[in-house]
Structure formats: structure tokens, C-alpha cells
């Protein structure tokens, strides 16, 4: 019990001491800013062009979080159709894995053709690159189902949609959030990646204009601006999966 203030503070220290080391390698190389920037000077370009950064930040934000909501609805159902049908997941499952295997980036100048330079690209490329473990997660848990556990429940009188519906997705809950940490991080990426190409706004759109004008500090600031994002966004789902699947994290809680 007396590590647990300390093992919460780890990843903070960490960082602090990452950011010491780096700080402390650029001051003592002297390393140019055009090549890579130290700490204090991403802080000072972050401080001067907060509004800038800001503006594209929020952009980059909504947009995420429009293809990821996407992603959810899309994944939940199709990984029910696959986890609840052992055909369904057969056929599926190979087109799937197949479809995820393509650079989502390579999709980027298609969807520019279809949709045009703007919200829609990055939109979808946030959706492509992030349904897939929502999709995978809800299929395993359903899927997994312990045949003895199903066998006893229509014994009692159950139903396959019932025990799919009172049992199986309750216990694909754990699978579902641990889908939604992994997948944010990669709809941030998706989105990112388009807006490099196919915007004129957004954190991405923001890291081309940084460096094609040198500015690495700034550059350095979009990327540290997403991560933060991600970070943000990833400690929410966790805080909401130990707030309703306590019952998935008794035994380690009790650690």
C-alpha cells in the first residue's frame, strides 16, 4: 500500500526526467535549434503562438473525435455481427485483417479526389485507422464465451440473444475499453497524417508549415500538443472503464 503514491507519480517523474535529459544534452552539445530543439525553447514557441497552436489544436480535437465516434459505432457493430456468429466471424475476420494491413495513409489522396481537401479526409482517416481494434475487441469477448457457462444459461431457460445480451456483452466490457485506449491514440495519428496533406488547418497542416519555415520549436510543440491530447483523452477511458467495470479490476485494485 505504501508504493501506490509512488508508482501514481511514476509516469510524472519519468517525464520530468526525460525533459532534464534532454534539456540538459541540447545545453551541453549546444545543439541547434533547426536540428533539434531543447525543452525551454518549445516552451517559449508554445507560449508565443498559443493562439495559433490553439486554434489548430481544438480543429484537430473535434475532428478526431467526429471519426472516432465513427469508429465506435462501426466497430461495436461490427464485432457483434462477427462475435456473435461463428460464419460471420469465419468470413469476415481474414477481409478484415487484410483491410487493416493497407497504409491508411495511402488512402489519404483517394479520399482528397472524392471528398476534397478539408474535414472529410481527415475525418475518415481517423475512422480507417481506429475502428479496427474496437471491431476485433467486442468479436474476441463475445467470441470467448466459456461454451460451459453458455450451456448452462439455455439450460436455465436462456436464449442465445439473451445470453449474448445479459452475458456477453457485459463481459466484452473490459475488451471494449482496453479497444478505446488503444484506438484514440491511432485516430489522433490518422487524422494527423491527413491533415498534412490534405488541409489548410489542424495540428498536422501546422507541422508542415513549421518546418518548411524552420520553425522546429513550434513543429516540436504540434507534436507535443497531440500527444497531450491523446494522453488526455486515453486517462478519461481509463478513469470510466474502473468506474463502471469495477468488478473486472477487484484483483488488482487488491495489489
Not at 456468429?85 to 481474414?94: E, F, G, K, Q, V
Not at 439473451?162 to 491514440?185: E, H, Q, W
Not at 516540436?220 to 500538443?225: A, E, K
Request: one cysteine or more.
Amino acid at each position: 500500500m505504501s508504493k501506490r503514491p509512488l508508482e501514481r507519480a511514476a509516469p510524472l517523474l519519468l517525464l520530468v526526467a526525460v525533459i532534464a535529459l534532454w534539456q540538459i544534452v541540447c545545453s551541453v552539445f549546444n545543439v541547434s535549434e533547426f536540428i533539434f530543439p531543447s525543452p525551454a525553447r518549445i516552451a517559449e514557441q508554445t507560449w508565443e503562438h498559443r493562439g495559433t497552436i490553439l486554434g489548430h489544436a481544438w480543429r484537430t480535437f473535434w475532428v478526431t473525435m467526429v471519426g472516432f465516434g465513427i469508429a465506435i459505432v462501426v466497430g461495436v457493430l461490427l464485432g457483434f455481427l462477427m462475435g456473435s456468429s461463428r460464419p460471420a466471424y469465419d468470413a469476415m475476420y481474414p477481409l478484415m485483417t487484410g483491410f487493416n494491413a493497407l497504409p491508411k495513409a495511402a488512402f489519404v489522396p483517394i479520399l482528397v479526389v472524392w471528398f476534397g481537401i478539408g474535414v472529410g479526409p481527415a475525418v475518415l482517416t481517423a475512422f480507417l485507422i481506429s475502428f479496427f481494434p474496437i471491431m476485433v475487441n467486442i468479436a474476441t469477448g463475445l467470441a470467448t464465451l466459456e461454451p460451459e457457462l453458455e450451456d448452462v444459461l439455455r439450460v436455465l431457460g436462456a436464449k442465445r440473444w439473451d445470453v449474448l445480451m445479459k452475458v456477453g456483452l457485459p463481459r466484452s466490457m473490459p475488451y471494449f475499453y482496453g479497444s478505446l485506449k488503444v484506438a484514440i491514440t491511432l485516430a489522433f495519428v490518422g487524422t494527423t497524417v491527413s491533415e498534412m496533406t490534405a488541409s489548410n488547418e489542424g495540428i498536422g497542416y501546422l507541422l508542415i508549415s513549421a518546418g518548411s519555415s524552420m520553425q522546429m520549436g513550434l513543429a516540436f510543440s504540434g507534436l507535443v500538443v497531440v500527444g497531450a491530447m491523446a494522453m488526455a483523452m486515453y486517462e478519461l477511458f481509463s478513469v470510466i472503464e474502473k468506474r463502471t467495470t469495477a468488478w473486472a479490476h477487484r484483483g488488482s485494485q487488491a495489489i
